[in-house]
């Protein structure tokens, strides 16, 4: 497993019993995850302390509880800066577990001894934008939703890079990378979020099952000849790291690298354990 445990604004606390407790900068958060089913006590005063609770609905969706929580608030991991709110479906806007994929790609980008053209698909609050950004690369920013990407570009202004190389664009990412091909462009590196299920601003429909080998497949035709990294994240549960090592060895099989796919997770203070977060795949050159 892949681990991010480099934060020191961030950690897992405890969980038990279908949530998390955790501790984003000076606050506590209590949400869902849908990986806890153990039922451990609760003997953490966090659980009873905490700043704002996500109570999930027996008939779908929940909705925030706070106790003095601010509306929105930044956390820092390495030189960048997150802006943070709740808001629906429990989301605050970061998932902290990618940092372990910010890492991995930046020292790529970094070492590479040439300029590096990264295009971030799924891109929501610019996380992965801001860490490759902030590694010297030239960054192109797709995400459907004009409310995320004005989000990104707000966590971009805190963290110093204003005025760094990053194309922002709300647009559907199928979309966007048909027309990158009949324009002929190509980038050096791309990383992809996709959702489990989601549409586009026009409605399209996004379906993780049956979408995202034709667009692994779509993204090899604007991946350059010396492509220097190409990964995928998923949150959904059907798509097993394994199932993400085929996908991208079958489709960059023409370029010289080497896949490894694993879950990615964050360590639990309480505990020394490690709570799963999703999976990645990661295609890097030879």
């Not at 960048?80 to 709740?86: A, D, R, S």
């Not at 300029?115 to 797709?142: D, E, I």
């Not at 707000?154 to 009949?182: H, M, Q, T, Y």
Request: hydrophobic letters at 40%; glycine letters at 8%.
């Amino acid at each position: 497993m892949w681990i991010a445990d480099q934060w020191k604004d961030y950690e897992v606390i405890d969980c038990s019993s279908g949530e998390k407790l955790e501790r984003w900068g000076n606050y506590t958060l209590v949400r869902p995850d849908p990986q806890v089913i153990w039922n451990t006590p609760k003997n953490d005063p966090g659980w009873k302390h905490k700043n704002g609770h996500y109570h999930r609905s027996k008939k779908g969706g929940g909705e925030w509880e706070f106790f003095d929580l601010p509306q929105q608030w930044q956390i820092h991991y390495k030189s960048l800066t997150f802006n943070l709110k709740p808001f629906s479906f429990k989301h605050t806007g970061l998932f902290p577990e990618q940092a372990t994929n910010w890492d991995w790609f930046s020292d790529l980008i970094q070492n590479a001894d040439r300029p590096v053209k990264v295009l971030n698909l799924f891109a929501y609050t610019g996380g992965a934008t801001l860490a490759a950004a902030a590694a010297g690369a030239q960054v192109t920013h797709v995400d459907a939703s004009k409310g995320m990407v004005t989000w990104a570009k707000e966590n971009a202004v805190s963290s110093g890079l204003k005025d760094a190389p990053i194309r922002w664009l709300v647009d559907d990412c199928v979309k966007f990378v048909e027309r990158e091909i009949r324009r002929g462009n190509t980038y050096d590196a791309i990383i992809m979020d996709p959702p489990s299920y989601g549409r586009g601003p026009k409605g399209e429909i996004w379906k993780i099952e049956d979408m995202i080998h034709p667009l692994i497949h779509l993204c090899t035709k604007i991946l350059s000849k010396d492509a220097l990294f190409f990964l995928v994240n998923s949150y959904t549960t059907g798509l097993a790291p394994a199932v993400l090592t085929y996908l991208i060895a079958t489709e960059l099989k023409d370029w010289n690298g080497h896949v490894e796919s694993q879950e990615i997770g964050l360590p639990v203070r309480n505990t020394g354990l490690v709570l799963p977060c999703g999976a990645s795949g990661r295609w890097v050159r030879k």
